[in-house]
């Protein structure tokens, strides 16, 4: 199967809750930046999270992330997360995710993040909204 598909940028600066007392990225926040670029994709693409869930109990879960860090983004920073999605089943994705520092393209963070699609009700996998599998033919 394998297609793959890029979503438009999603852009974000750090501010002070990001932080440590010297003004660095606490690690664990990249996830939150990650994570707002994957909610704004599925946002912009009309594919809305609480719909699924009130419609058929259903929801996107993330089954595996792998993070690697080159340079710390600090205090007051523009960054800018660039994604490409690959569809590897109809009920699995792998979101390929990068931070860069916005005003001079420095990697700062890329991750490796796996998602389903499941039903809330056997926790088994289910095959993704067909608005979501049309992105992948065009």
């Known amino acids: 199967m394998n297609p793959h598909f890029r979503s438009k940028d999603f852009y974000c600066r750090v501010y002070v809750e990001d932080t440590d007392f010297q003004g660095v990225v606490y690690h664990a926040n990249y996830l939150k930046y990650l994570e707002r670029a994957r909610s704004q994709f599925l946002i912009e693409n009309n594919l809305s999270q609480t719909d699924a869930m009130s419609r058929g109990n259903e929801s996107y879960v993330v089954k595996s992330i792998n993070l690697s860090f080159y340079h710390p983004a600090i205090l007051e920073d523009e960054l ?30 890329k991750g490796e993040v796996e998602v389903c699609f499941i039903n809330n009700d056997s926790g088994k996998p289910k095959a993704f909204p067909l608005g979501l599998l049309n992105l992948f033919k065009n």
């Open 80 to 109: 800018t997360v660039k994604t490409e999605i690959e569809l590897v089943s109809k009920a699995r994705t792998i979101f390929f995710q990068s931070v860069l520092n916005s005003k001079n393209d420095t990697l700062i963070c």
